[in-house]
């Protein structure tokens, strides 16, 4: 598999930006689709966005669409996840996955299809 760091969580007012980053190591960066989801407080993991292993197709929740921008530098072992006009309601901890492209090429907003996770970083927005 491949492990995963997320990094680049923080406190921000309503409005604000923040741009998450994860580091991968293991197994070539490039055979993965990645993901990020998100957790709130008393609240189920739920899809984020996700982009494929070239960077070229990108898929994201209704929530978020328009607001978040995912990408990646297979150079650097790296998905970014770009974070503008932020809520409240996007407060949580943000976790990144990888799905094994051995498994399929599509991109998916199913927890149980991403195989390796992250430890997630806090991002808190506050009103």
């Known amino acids: 598999q491949v492990q995963l760091v997320e990094s680049g969580g923080g406190l921000v007012q309503t409005g604000g930006s923040l741009r998450l980053s994860c580091a991968a190591s293991g197994r070539t960066f490039s055979t993965f689709t990645m993901g990020w989801f998100r957790q709130a407080p008393g609240k189920e993991r739920e899809f984020v966005a996700a982009i494929s292993w070239d960077g070229v197709r990108t898929y994201y929740a209704d929530s978020v669409k328009g607001r978040f921008t995912v990408s990646r530098d297979n150079a650097k072992n790296t998905v970014y996840l770009q974070m503008n006009s932020l809520k409240p309601e996007d407060t949580g901890v943000y976790y990144c996955?990888?799905?094994?492209?051995?498994?399929?090429?599509?991109?998916?907003?199913?927890?149980?299809?991403?195989?390796?996770w992250g430890q997630g970083t806090q991002v808190t927005v506050s009103s």
């Open positions: 996955a990888a799905k094994d492209t051995r498994y399929g090429w599509g991109l998916s907003d199913r927890l149980r299809d991403y195989g390796s």
